[in-house]
């Protein structure tokens, strides 16, 4: 069983930046897509970036210029380098693992951003 543990969430003004961070652990598996969503209250869980096993990246427009997703496959980890962040930002933010060769998804516990002055 595979599980996830993100960091680096919190409470940053506006125009600030934030790193998250996601390292799966638990036996022996093989890791292919990583992703971030966030949900806000009321809202549904969106994706906000993605990344293959082969270094492919997809944003959400909302965030393109602003997010980066990268990957640390030594350490079975994924970041997002969140800047010039906005209050629509503020959402429990989900690190989601695809497992290979059988396609188990995992999903982090959701770790919380809040953008506010």
């Known amino acids: 069983q595979v599980q996830l543990l993100e960091s680096g969430g919190g409470l940053v003004q506006p125009g600030g930046s934030l790193r998250l961070s996601c390292e799966a652990s638990g036996g022996r598996f093989s890791i292919n897509a990583m992703g971030w969503y966030r949900q806000a209250p009321g809202r549904q869980r969106e994706l906000v970036a993605q990344i293959t096993g082969g270094g492919v990246t997809n944003y959400a427009d909302s965030v393109k210029g602003r997010f980066a997703i990268s990957r640390d496959n030594a350490k079975n980890t994924v970041y997002l380098q969140m800047n010039s962040l906005k209050p629509e930002d503020t959402a429990v933010y989900y690190c989601?693992?695809?497992?290979?060769?059988?396609?188990?998804?995992?999903w982090g516990q959701g770790t919380q951003v809040t953008v506010s002055s």
């Open positions: 989601k693992v695809v497992t290979i060769p059988l396609w188990n998804v995992y």
